[in-house]
C-alpha cells in the first residue's frame, strides 16, 4: 500500500551529523505547526516548544550538556562522547526543547509531540534525531540557572529536545520485529 505519511515514518531514521546549512522561515513556520498540531491528555497543551536556532545558544546547550555528562561523574559514558569528538547534538542547526508542567501524561504528550516533529522534518526534506541527553543538564537545582538562560517558563521541566537540520551522514531506520505487534483476534 501506499501511503505517503507511513512512507515518511518508514524513512525517518535518527541521523547524528548535520550540515551548516539553516533552516528556512517557511521550515521553520511548518515545524511550530507541527509541533502545535499535537495532541495532549485532556487537551491542557501544558507543553512549550522552545525553539533554538541562534549559534551561540546551540553551542551553549552542546557544552552544558558534556558539562553536565561529566558532572554526573559517569566517567565511561563521558570518555567514550569526548572520544567521538564530544558531539551531543551533532551540529543541528535547530534544537526544538520541549517543556512541560509535571502531569500524569505530560511525558506521553511530548513523545507525542516530538515525533510529530521527527515526521514533519521527514517530509520538509529534514532530517532529525530525538535527544534525551540534555535532561541531566536542566534538571532540579544543577539545572535551574540553565532553565532561565533557555527561558523555560516557571513550573516547566524538560521533557524531551530533538535536533532538526540537513543531514552530513547518511544511516537506515533500527531493524523491528514484526512478532513485537501481538493480535488478539
Ligand atoms: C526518548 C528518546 C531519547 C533519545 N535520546 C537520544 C540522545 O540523547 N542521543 C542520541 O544520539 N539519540 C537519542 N535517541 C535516538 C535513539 O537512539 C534512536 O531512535 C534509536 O537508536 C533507533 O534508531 P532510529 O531512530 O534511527 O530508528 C533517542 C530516542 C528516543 C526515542
Redesign the pocket.
Known sequence: MENSVIKTMLE???I?AYSDEKLTYAELHALEEAALSSPTAMNRQDQRFIFVTNDAMLQRLEQAIMQSIIDSGNTDFAERIKSRGGK?TYNARLIVIIVNKPSHFSRVDA?IAVENLALAAKSLGLDS?????PEGAFAGEYGAALREEFRFPEGFEFS?AIGIGHRATE?I??EWNREHVIYID
Open positions: 525517518r531514521s535518527s547524528r551531543t513523545g534525531v530525538i535527544l534525551g541527553m524531551i544511516k531506520q533500527h
